[in-house]
């Protein structure tokens, strides 16, 4: 299983970015997927998750309003959009995927088996 993403860069803030993950090896349309990041010397954080059918989503306070999730289940993708960036967005996202099936929307990393390799996001003041 490998989870490639892509779509971080440097942009100003306020501005936008669409990451895209793509997971392949097998199917993921049963499993719920999400988002995290991390910077330098802190420990990874919850961004955004959605369930396998894309009927809950969750997000993390600080993204909420701003940050959309989204998945294609025929792609095995799952996107964040990210609107009204600001430089605290800063980080490298990581995509993860779950190997279990659930119904909910997940915001916990030990929930999820598979990580892809992150992205970096740069937001200028």
């Known amino acids: 299983v490998q989870l490639q993403a892509s779509g971080g860069g440097l942009v100003q803030a306020g501005g936008s970015l669409r990451l895209s993950c793509v997971a392949s090896?097998?199917?993921?349309?049963?499993?719920?997927m999400g988002w995290f990041r991390q910077t330098p010397g802190k420990e990874r954080e919850f961004v955004a998750a959605v369930s396998w059918s894309s009927g809950s989503m969750s997000y993390a306070d600080s993204v909420k309003g701003r940050f959309t999730i989204s998945r294609d289940n025929a792609k095995n993708t799952v996107y964040l959009q990210m609107n009204g960036l600001k430089p605290e967005d800063s980080a490298v996202y990581y995509c993860a995927v779950r190997s279990r099936y659930g119904w909910r929307a997940y915001a916990s990393e030990a929930d999820y088996t598979y990580w892809g390799q992150g992205t970096q996001v740069t937001v200028s003041s």
């Open positions: 090896g097998r199917s993921f349309s049963q499993n719920g």
